[in-house]
C-alpha cells in the first residue's frame, strides 16, 4: 500500500511539472564577470576526452570568474553557461554550452571554478566567450523529491 501511495505521488509531481502545476520557483539571472582560465594542478590534470567510444588525450583547464547576485535572497543550483573556442575559433566542446553548476550563492560577488576537458589537439590560447548564469529561489531537487511532512507515514 505504501509502494502505491509514494508511486501515486510520483506521478502526480511529474504530471505537475508536465502540465505547469508543479512548485513556483523563480528563476533569477547572474551577471558572470572577469572571466579567465588556467591550467588545472598537476593532481587534477590527468584524464582523457571520449567521443563515439574513442579516448584521446586532454588537456584540463579551470575557468575561473565571478558570480554577481543582484537580488536579496541566496540562489541555489546555479547554472553557468558559455562558449569555449580554441586559439583558432574553433570550438573546444561541440553543442555544449552549459559548463558547470555552483549549489547556491548567496548576494554579492562569490568567485567560481569549473574543471573543463579540452582535446590536447587544440591550440591555446582559449577564448572564453558569451557567459551567463542562472539559479533557482530553493533548491529544486530537494523541492521535488521530498515529500510534504503531513503526508508521510
Not at 506521478?11 to 508536465?18: A, F, R, W
Not at 547572474?30 to 593532481?43: H, I, R, S
Not at 546555479?78 to 562558449?83: H, P
Request: hydrophobic share 35%; aromatic share 8%.
Amino acid at each position: 500500500m505504501k509502494i502505491w501511495r509514494s508511486l501515486s505521488l510520483l506521478l502526480v509531481l511529474i504530471g505537475g511539472l508536465i502540465f505547469g502545476a508543479g512548485p513556483a520557483l523563480a528563476i533569477t539571472q547572474l551577471n558572470v564577470t572577469t572571466v579567465d582560465y588556467q591550467q588545472c594542478p598537476a593532481e587534477l590534470n590527468s584524464g582523457a576526452v571520449t567521443s563515439g567510444g574513442s579516448s584521446r588525450p586532454a588537456t584540463c583547464y579551470l575557468v575561473v570568474g565571478t558570480l554577481n547576485n543582484p537580488s536579496n535572497k541566496t540562489v541555489y543550483d546555479v547554472d553557468i553557461y558559455g562558449r569555449v573556442y580554441d586559439a583558432n575559433g574553433d570550438s573546444v566542446m561541440q553543442n555544449r554550452t552549459r559548463l558547470g553548476e555552483v549549489e547556491e550563492v548567496p548576494p554579492g560577488d562569490h568567485p567560481f571554478e569549473i574543471r573543463i576537458s579540452v582535446p590536447a589537439s587544440q591550440p591555446e590560447p582559449l577564448q572564453l566567450k558569451q557567459f551567463k548564469a542562472s539559479g533557482f529561489s530553493a533548491t529544486v531537487r530537494t523541492q521535488l523529491l521530498e515529500e510534504p511532512a503531513e503526508s508521510r507515514f
